[in-house]
């Protein structure tokens, strides 16, 4: 009787030594963890908070003129027609949707501009830096939203200014 009680005893002592020794295996590795985070900040140099200032203003910079370029290479596809994309309020990302809205807001200007004369400006160049402003906000608040239809509604608005400026350019009486 005692051998049939002291088998499945020693089994138990032997799973939970094994488990023991995992959990400080863990432990050990969480040690060392906390060991070279702690010597790489340590090492790190510290800066004053008027470098950190401009190490963000650089770094908010960097993210700018990268969602300008993005936003430039929209394509060099002008698409035909214009397709007005926006989203129904009740479809916003609760995260961004400020930024969604405030980008939608500066295209629909252009888009009424374009539709008050059909010879002036549809987008200034302050609009344009405003729309490229919004949408790289977009993009930080809110990485997978898809930009493409914004991208494509500017595309026309500058390929429209461009055809309007052509237009009034080539109308001019020469001497």
Known sequence: MKKLILYP?????????????????????????GVRVGAQ?????????????????AEKEAASRQGAAELDAAG????????????PADKLPKKSAEQITSLETQLESCHAAMLATPTGVVCS????????NAAVSVAR??????L?????????????DARRQQASTGAAPTK
């Open 76 to 87: 060099p596809a002008v698409p035909k027609e214009l397709v007005v994309h926006r989203t």
């Open 141 to 146: 608040a809110q990485p997978g939203w898809d």
């Open 125 to 132: 160049p302050e609009q344009r830096t405003a729309i490229q």
């Open 9 to 33: 005893v020693f089994l138990l002592g032997l799973c939970t030594e094994h488990a023991a020794q995992a959990q400080a295996g863990a432990l050990v590795n969480l040690i060392g963890l």
């Open 41 to 57: 900040a340590a090492l790190k140099p510290k800066l004053t908070p008027e470098q950190r200032a401009a190490q963000q203003a």
């Open 148 to 160: 493409h239809p914004y991208q494509q509604e500017m595309a026309f608005y500058l390929a429209e």
